[in-house]
């Protein structure tokens, strides 16, 4: 490690973008290691400091503390998810028990704990502001919940149960990103596309020619369970075979097979969780979360989940009408799109056209942004980021003062997982005066040159989803980087994200951006009131697939430490836990098997999927609150600002929430939404 590592210091461009220029794979393990001794340094330092603990010299040097470890890291992850290589996977493979370890070595030092514990035992009397009183709260809960107050033995086992897991998650991340490569399909004529547009059929030749198969068509599989294409291809024995490879992702007797280190995850986890003194690791988990435990997630699930079966098997009726035969999983979008068609007059692929990912982009989400908050977007070819393909907007206030920096990687390759994501390149702060520098990642099929990208509605409910969640890191305005952005409770992070796709089909927002790339025209308004008229046309599907993984999640982490011993058959405890739950319906397969579920064995969302719909219930409440209040105005965007958007995880979640809302939320919003009343 040498001054000459991009990572040695601050960033001396602007918003403190990294200099991606500079940093190459070679400079990552040396940041890393230094990064580490240097905090480890910071710790110590904190630790020798004379007389008592006070919260500037224990609290406030902790926050300043790693920074070049952060750095490394926040530019490292991005990269290795977005942009992987055999070197970056093998660095991470290296780092990631490594950096366990270090974490362990900060939150289970029984000496800062005994610090930190002091001031919370008398945070009453030392006169703290309620940003830094929070703090200090987050510090002695998060080190609690991560094993600080226990025996040395105990937090012995523990530092080896969290590196092992991490080796284990790393690895789990790898399996479905190569599985999911592997598993392409290979379509031999251009006669088997049948029903795909021009542009779709144009990108799949293009992924096959990138792949060194010119002359032939390829299409590329997606993290979750089915595909796009099923909604319009007319072949159905191609169907069938990209839904059973979709569903069989790191499921094969292969050296990507995630069965064993699965198990192998429930077990530890387990284990650890009655280290904790729980029983289960789903409870150990919800404990710090806004549901506080896994009796009160279960009884918000079971309200939906008859319904929405329910809904989905009278759905299945009407599909099989229009198929004039039974309906199997690989036949569902394409014959939901003819009853679509034949119920409300929609034919969504005729909808492309209108949804041009530029515009979208600009005449959309920008404008709504602009409309709510009066923040302004100008696009930055000058910045050089991570991928040719990832491109920097700078930020503005409304007085033209700089906000931040946001990037966007829209399009799918062989490097990038699957799914759609926010990360944060550099998080807002005072303390370090930091701007935010956000990235939103997509996975949208990247057409052949010179051709225009045409989402579907899907993806672009996908691209104002995301951005939700960027503007939830570009607004924060919080002292302290721990408390930044979306550093909120992990069954609320959802919540702002999913908020800001409700402007998709306003009215004024609608139609400043979904036009005819060709032509100029607007989207026709009798489309747009069908779609609405259409809102919960398969909720009942959508709704069954989601609860299906949801449980799925916490059928694993709600496993006693025996009980996760027994466990040697992942597909029949999966399939008798979907049947428990009564959402066992084979037309509608879950979102996530198992094998292919990153967001729970690899992702952060361990007994925490749930949290998607748990915040959704604010969602829905607070969209009927924008309605009942005008909509897009800057006096409507100020308030969620500020009440909301801007304070981060700096006061309490729900909090923030009645600080907004006024109130409690309540269910009925959301089931009226998804048609389960």
Same mark, same amino acid.
């Given at each position: 490690?040498?001054?000459?590592?991009?990572? %040695?210091?601050?960033?001396?461009? $602007?918003? +403190?973008l990294?200099?991606f220029? *500079?940093?190459? =794979? /070679?400079h990552?393990?040396p940041?890393?290691?230094?990064?580490?001794?240097?905090q480890?340094?910071?710790?110590?330092?904190?630790l020798d400091t004379?007389?008592?603990?006070?919260?500037?010299?224990?609290?406030?040097?902790?926050?300043?503390s790693?920074?070049?470890l952060?750095?490394?890291l926040?530019?490292?992850f991005?990269k290795s998810?977005?942009?992987?290589?055999?070197?970056l996977d093998?660095?991470?493979?290296?780092?990631?028990?490594?950096?366990?370890?270090?974490?362990?070595?900060?939150?289970?030092?029984?000496?800062?704990?005994?610090?930190?514990?002091?001031l919370?035992?008398?945070?009453?009397?030392?006169?703290?502001?309620?940003?830094?009183?929070?703090?200090?709260e987050?510090?002695?809960?998060?080190?609690?919940? %991560?094993g600080a107050?226990?025996? $040395?033995? +105990?937090?012995?086992r523990l530092? *080896?149960?969290? =590196? /092992?897991?991490s080796k284990?998650?790393?690895?789990?991340?790898?399996?479905?990103?190569?599985?999911?490569?592997?598993?392409?399909?290979?379509?031999?004529?251009?006669?088997?596309?049948?029903?795909?547009?021009?542009?779709?059929?144009?990108?799949?030749?293009?992924?096959?020619?990138?792949?060194?198969?010119?002359g032939?068509w390829?299409?590329?599989?997606?993290?979750?369970?089915?595909?796009?294409?099923l909604?319009?291809?007319?072949?159905?024995?191609?169907?069938?075979?990209?839904?059973?490879?979709?569903?069989?992702?790191?499921?094969?007797?292969?050296?990507n097979?995630?069965?064993p280190?699965?198990?192998?995850?429930?077990?530890?986890?387990?284990?650890?969780?009655?280290?904790?003194?729980n029983e289960?690791h789903?409870?150990h988990v919800?404990?710090v979360?806004?549901? +506080?435990?896994?009796?009160?997630?279960?009884?918000?699930?079971r309200k939906i989940a008859?319904?929405?079966?329910?809904?989905?098997k009278?759905?299945?009726?009407?599909?099989?009408?229009?198929?004039?035969?039974d309906?199997?999983s690989?036949?569902?979008?394409f014959?939901?799109?003819?009853?679509?068609?034949?119920?409300?007059?929609?034919?969504?692929?005729?909808m492309?056209?209108?949804?041009?990912l530029?515009s979208?982009?600009?005449?959309?989400i920008?404008f709504?942004?602009n409309?709510?908050?009066?923040?302004?977007?100008k696009?930055?070819?000058?910045?050089v980021t991570y991928h040719?393909?990832?491109r920097a907007?700078?930020?503005?206030?409304?007085?033209?003062?700089?906000?931040?920096?946001f990037?966007?990687?829209?399009?799918?390759?062989d490097s990038?997982?699957g799914?759609?994501?926010?990360?944060?390149?550099v998080?807002q702060?005072?303390?370090?005066?930091?701007?935010p520098?956000?990235?939103?990642?997509?996975?949208?099929p990247?057409p052949?040159?010179?051709?225009p990208?045409?989402l579907?509605?899907?993806?672009?409910?996908?691209l104002?989803?995301e951005?939700?969640?960027?503007?939830?890191?570009l607004?924060s305005?919080?002292k302290?980087p721990?408390?930044?952005?979306?550093?909120?409770?992990?069954d609320?992070?959802?919540?702002?994200?999913?908020?800001?796709?409700?402007?998709?089909?306003?009215?004024?927002?609608?139609?400043?951006?979904?036009?005819?790339?060709?032509?100029g025209?607007?989207?026709?308004?009798?489309?747009?009131?069908?779609?609405?008229?259409?809102?919960?046309?398969n909720?009942?599907?959508?709704?069954?697939?989601y609860?299906?993984?949801a449980?799925?999640?916490?059928?694993?982490?709600?496993?006693?430490?025996?009980?996760a011993?027994?466990?040697?058959?992942?597909e029949?405890f999966?399939a008798q836990a979907?049947?428990?739950?009564?959402?066992?319906?084979?037309p509608?397969?879950?979102?996530?098997?198992s094998?292919?579920?990153?967001?729970?064995?690899?992702?952060?969302y361990?007994a925490?999927?749930?949290g998607?719909?748990?915040?959704?219930v604010l969602?829905?409440?607070t969209?009927?609150?924008?309605?009942?209040?005008g909509?897009?105005?800057?006096e409507n965007?100020?308030?969620?600002r500020?009440?909301?958007?801007?304070?981060?995880?700096?006061?309490?979640?729900?909090q923030?929430?009645?600080?907004?809302?006024g109130?409690?939320?309540?269910?009925?919003?959301?089931?009226?939404r998804?048609g389960l009343?």
């Amino acid at each position: 490690m040498t001054n000459a590592n991009p990572f %040695a210091a601050r960033s001396s461009l $602007e918003f +403190e973008l990294p200099p991606f220029a *500079q940093i190459k =794979e /070679e400079h990552y393990l040396p940041a890393f290691y230094a990064g580490c001794e240097q905090q480890l340094a910071e710790v110590r330092a904190i630790l020798d400091t004379p007389g008592a603990a006070t919260f500037e010299n224990t609290i406030v040097a902790l926050e300043k503390s790693g920074q070049m470890l952060m750095r490394m890291l926040l530019v490292f992850f991005n990269k290795s998810s977005s942009d992987t290589s055999d070197a970056l996977d093998a660095i991470e493979e290296e780092i990631a028990p490594k950096l366990a370890a270090h974490q362990d070595a900060i939150n289970l030092n029984p000496v800062l704990f005994a610090r930190i514990k002091a001031l919370y035992d008398n945070r009453e009397s030392i006169g703290l502001n309620g940003e830094d009183s929070w703090l200090l709260e987050r510090y002695y809960k998060d080190l609690i919940h %991560a094993g600080a107050h226990l025996t $040395e033995s +105990e937090r012995d086992r523990l530092k *080896q149960l969290n =590196e /092992e897991l991490s080796k284990l998650e790393t690895q789990f991340s790898k399996n479905v990103l190569a599985d999911t490569n592997d598993l392409a399909v290979l379509v031999e004529t251009i006669e088997e596309l049948d029903g795909l547009s021009e542009n779709e059929i144009a990108s799949a030749a293009a992924a096959a020619k990138d792949r060194g198969v010119e002359g032939k068509w390829l299409i590329g599989m997606v993290n979750f369970s089915g595909n796009p294409v099923l909604d319009s291809l007319t072949n159905r024995e191609l169907r069938k075979k990209i839904m059973q490879e979709s569903l069989v992702k790191a499921n094969r007797a292969n050296e990507n097979d995630n069965k064993p280190v699965l198990l192998q995850v429930v077990k530890l986890r387990a284990e650890r969780a009655r280290l904790f003194g729980n029983e289960t690791h789903a409870e150990h988990v919800i404990a710090v979360q806004t549901a +506080e435990n896994p009796e009160n997630v279960h009884a918000m699930l079971r309200k939906i989940a008859p319904a929405a079966v329910r809904n989905a098997k009278a759905e299945a009726e009407d599909l099989e009408k229009s198929a004039g035969s039974d309906i199997e999983s690989w036949d569902w979008g394409f014959y939901t799109e003819k009853v679509r068609l034949e119920k409300y007059n929609i034919d969504t692929s005729k909808m492309r056209p209108y949804f041009e990912l530029e515009s979208v982009l600009t005449n959309g989400i920008f404008f709504a942004a602009n409309k709510l908050f009066g923040i302004t977007f100008k696009e930055r070819p000058d910045l050089v980021t991570y991928h040719p393909e990832a491109r920097a907007f700078e930020v503005n206030n409304e007085d033209g003062s700089k906000l931040g920096l946001f990037i966007g990687d829209f399009y799918t390759r062989d490097s990038k997982r699957g799914g759609a994501w926010m990360n944060s390149l550099v998080d807002q702060n005072f303390l370090f005066n930091q701007l935010p520098v956000v990235v939103n990642n997509l996975n949208i099929p990247k057409p052949p040159a010179g051709k225009p990208t045409l989402l579907t509605y899907d993806e672009t409910t996908t691209l104002f989803h995301e951005f939700g969640h960027a503007l939830h890191g570009l607004l924060s305005q919080v002292k302290y980087p721990r408390v930044s952005g979306t550093s909120v409770q992990r069954d609320f992070v959802e919540f702002p994200s999913q908020v800001n796709e409700m402007w998709i089909l306003w009215p004024e927002v609608v139609e400043n951006y979904a036009r005819h790339h060709e032509t100029g025209e607007k989207l026709p308004q009798e489309w747009i009131d069908n779609l609405k008229s259409a809102s919960t046309f398969n909720e009942g599907h959508a709704t069954t697939s989601y609860l299906a993984a949801a449980i799925l999640d916490l059928a694993w982490h709600s496993l006693t430490a025996e009980d996760a011993a027994k466990v040697n058959d992942v597909e029949s405890f999966e399939a008798q836990a979907i049947k428990d739950y009564g959402l066992d319906f084979a037309p509608v397969p879950t979102r996530y098997r198992s094998t292919y579920f990153s967001h729970i064995f690899a992702g952060g969302y361990s007994a925490g999927y749930y949290g998607y719909i748990w915040s959704e219930v604010l969602d829905a409440d607070t969209v009927d609150w924008f309605k009942e209040n005008g909509g897009l105005l800057r006096e409507n965007g100020e308030h969620f600002r500020n009440t909301l958007l801007g304070r981060g995880g700096s006061i309490d979640s729900m909090q923030m929430f009645r600080n907004f809302r006024g109130r409690d939320s309540k269910i009925e919003p959301l089931l009226k939404r998804r048609g389960l009343l």
